[in-house]
Structure formats: C-alpha cells, structure tokens
C-alpha cells in the first residue's frame, strides 16, 4: 500500500492553508467590488463570510482529525455515501484545483504585464474573445515548471518556500495596513455605505457574502494534505479553521485599509484597487509592493493547489477510481510524481484554451466548491451519526456550526443557478460546462478499473484509520 512521506509542520501547514486562500486578485478587485458593495458591504460581507467558512472548517477539521489520510473531502465522502458519490466529490475538486493552475497560467503574465510594457505582442491565437500572446503564454509554463521542480524531489523543498514566502506576503500586507492607517483618515471611509439606506446597506453586506465564499474555497488544502502532515491529530483540526481565519481577517483587513488611505468612494472610480489606490496617495513605493505581493500570491496559491490536486488524484488512483498509476509514491522522495506530472498536464491543457474561456472554468469551479461544502457538512452529520462512538482527537464542540456554512454554500449553489440572480452564470457555455464536467465524471466513473472491494478500497484509503469505523 502505498504511503506519502510526513514531512509538513505546523507552520507550514498554516502557511499552506492560508495561502491557498490568498492569491492576488483582491489587490485589483477593490474597485469594483467598492463600486458594487460598498465599503461597508465589502468588509462586513467578508467578514460573515469567513464565518461561515470557518463553520464548515470545524467540521472538515473533525474529521480530518479522525481520518488525517490523503484526499480530503473525497475521503469523507466515500466514507459516508459510498463510491461513485465519493468519485464526484473528488472528480468535481481535481477539475476545480486543475481550473485554478490553468488560469494562473495566462494570469501570471496579464499580471505582469500591468508594471512590466511590451508582454501583448506575438498573438499566437484567440479561444472566447480572449487573445492569448506567446510572452504571457511563456511566463505560465515557467510558472508551472517550477512548481513540478519544487515538488518533484520531496516536499521539504515545496512547503519551506511556501513558508517563506507567505511570511513575505503577510509582511507586505502588514506594511500595507500600517501606510494607511498612519497616512489616511478614518473620514475616507465615510459613509461606510455611501448614500444607501442602513437596510440597503446591510442587504449590500449580505450580498457579498456570497461572492465573498469565493474568496475563501482554497482552505481545504490542508485536509487534502493531511497524511503528509507532522502534527498530532487534534492540533491538525485546529490548523484548519485557523487558516480560514487568518486568510478572511487577512483580506478584510486589507479592504478597509484600502478604503482609509484614500475616500474609498475614489477607489471605486479607479482600474486597479488597492495598487492603485497607494499610487494615487502618494505611495508608488508600496504601490509596488502590492504588485509584488501579487505575485507571490499567485505563486503561493498555485504551490498549495497544485500539491492538493496531486495528493487527490493519487489517493483516487489509491482505490482504484483512477489508473492505479498514479497512485504510486516514488520510494527515495515519497512523493506521488505521476499523479503531479498529470496535474501538470491537465492544468497546462486548460490554462492554453484562453483567458476568457478560463474565466468560465473558474467560475464553474466556485459553483462546484459550494456544492462540495454542502457535501462535506452532510458527510459530517452522517459520520457522527454511523461512528458516534469513534476516536474524534478534534472535536466540534457546538454542533451546529457546520450546518451554518452547510446552508451558505446551499444558498449559492441555487443563486449561482437561478437564471434571474445577479449570480447566475454570466454565459450559456458556463452551464454547459457544469453539464460537461459532470458527464465526463461519470463517463471516467465508468471507465475506472474498479478492481478493489469495498473493504479493500477503505483499507487502501485509510490505513490504519480503519478501525475508526469498525
């Protein structure tokens, strides 16, 4: 059977965790969001937002406690609803995780392009609308070369970069939120809601939340990544939730900054958020500084995916959902290289069709991640219910909590559906491509050698962990 190597600590769990949240588009997002939710709206909305994530978290850190093996929320599920349910979840995560690396491979670039001129040249063909230029297309695949590089010969090297450089973005935010409160004044954050009512406003906050939950999808790493983590059960549960909320405080945090160095009602007005913002008070310096921790939040994000991804296609691999190639761990690095060499490859397939067609996958991939954390919070209750009296070194102390982000995420699967929400799919080809994915996962379904028991599936995924539910 095979085994992944422990070799992630606390720190690095949290650095993980935390980063696969944080990426770079909050730093350019600020302007339309103000425009759209106002100020107020923006940070209360993430706040309540990161509430609800951190429901679901305690929820996953249970039973990650419980079932600290590779896989995740696919684990969860094949434990509570049996395979081909558990083969969805899991299908439905790699094409969210896969989605992600290939976006960030036309994003690297554009972002680039934004500080560094002469990056649109040699258009090489054009998929949507979107033109994709043989620089932005270059900068992409050194971006996800490196990422096979850094994985490739153990994850040591992976997970201590990942350490680094999210102090360095933490950092940056720090200097970012210490600028503005010592430069700006609280008068530009006036009125918080602009010229709406207390009930528009408070209807803006919860408007956002939905849109918000996007922000906050990549926290699961850490579960995903759980057999590889050196920590003891009951601390690895805490790690989780504790993720989720340095990352929602984190991007709060920043929002408001951004609209106290300068009247917020002006950021809206502006391209480029919160970048731009510290340019137009003065500070082109720390300007840059943004735009660099931009950067590293792309390479940060694209680090902790694509590691998830990896580690969720072995442990389908693992009971036979996948060629059991990839589930094969290398014996000297003990990590899954064939399972990463096929994480590169889809990613690459989707990242080459364009920036606009990949803007549909993403947003395919947030309406999947709603619906896996309405999966996960019921594979919770059913797990309480079937092993109540199973080792739980995490325990959810309020029991409701999960049921509270269950419904959240419940809420944005239907307006992400309903035609006439303001969430709804902006495309026809975005429902044809929840109509394809899922096709395409029963068709693999269907394909999948399926050469194991029952028994031996749970074996192979569990380990040891077996006797939990015995």
């Not at 994709?132 to 090297?157: A, K, R, S």
């Not at 082109?284 to 902790?304: D, K, R």
């Not at 990613?347 to 549909?360: E, R």
């Not at 395409?440 to 394909?447: A, D, E, R, S």
């Amino acid at each position: 059977m095979s085994e992944l190597k422990k070799s992630i600590g606390p720190w690095g769990l949290v650095a993980i965790g935390a980063a696969g949240v944080i990426g770079s588009s909050y730093l350019y997002l600020a302007s339309s969001l103000f425009d759209n939710f106002t100020l107020g709206g923006v940070v209360i909305g993430m706040v309540l937002a990161t509430f609800l994530a951190a429901c679901v978290a305690v929820g996953i850190g249970e039973l990650a406690a419980m079932f600290p093996r590779a896989g995740g929320e696919f684990v969860y599920s094949y434990i509570s609803f049996g395979r081909f349910p558990a083969f969805l979840v899991g299908w439905l995560l790699l094409a969210t995780y896969t989605g992600i690396v290939g976006f960030y491979i036309t994003a690297t670039g554009r972002l680039i392009s934004t500080f560094v001129d002469g990056l649109d040249v040699i258009p090489l063909y054009d998929i949507g609308g979107g033109v994709m230029y043989l620089p932005i297309l270059l900068i992409g695949l050194v971006l996800v070369g490196g990422t096979v590089l850094v994985n490739w010969f153990g994850t040591e090297l992976s997970f201590k970069l990942q350490l680094v450089l999210f102090i360095i973005l933490i950092a940056i935010g720090l200097l970012i939120v210490v600028v503005a409160f010592g430069a700006g004044s609280y008068e530009n954050t006036r009125p918080a809601f602009g010229d709406l009512s207390p009930v528009e406003g408070g209807a803006s906050a919860i408007a956002f939340v939905i849109p918000a939950m996007g922000f906050l999808t990549g926290f699961s790493v850490v579960a995903v990544l759980s057999e590889e983590a050196d920590v003891r059960p009951n601390q690895l549960g805490r790690l989780i939730v504790l993720s989720v909320l340095i990352a929602g405080l984190f991007y709060a945090i920043i929002f408001y900054a951004t609209g106290w160095i300068i009247p917020w009602r002006q950021t809206a007005q502006l391209e480029n958020g919160t970048v731009e913002a510290f340019s137009v008070a003065g500070f082109s310096n720390l300007s840059t500084l943004a735009f660099i921790a931009g950067v590293i939040g792309i390479v940060t994000t694209v680090i902790s995916v694509f590691a998830s991804a990896s580690r969720l296609a072995f442990s389908l691999a693992r009971v036979g959902l996948l060629p059991t190639v990839f589930g094969h761990v290398d014996g000297k690095t003990g990590v899954p290289r064939n399972a990463i060499l096929l994480i590169a490859s889809m990613g690459l397939i989707v990242g080459l069709i364009g920036p606009d067609a990949i803007q549909w996958i993403l947003n395919v991939g947030g309406f999947f991640v709603a619906a896996i954390w309405v999966l996960t919070v019921l594979a919770f209750y059913t797990v309480r219910r079937n092993y109540p009296k199973a080792r739980r070194p995490y325990r959810v102390r309020y029991s409701y909590l999960p049921a509270l982000g269950g419904v959240g995420g419940l809420i944005l699967v239907a307006l992400t559906l309903a035609p006439a929400s303001p969430l709804a799919f902006q495309s026809p080809f975005e429902y044809g491509l929840v109509i394809v994915f899922l096709a395409l996962g029963v068709v693999l379904y269907g394909l999948a050698p399926k050469n194991q028991s029952k028994e031996q599936s749970l074996k192979g995924m569990l380990g040891d962990y077996t006797k939990q539910i015995e």
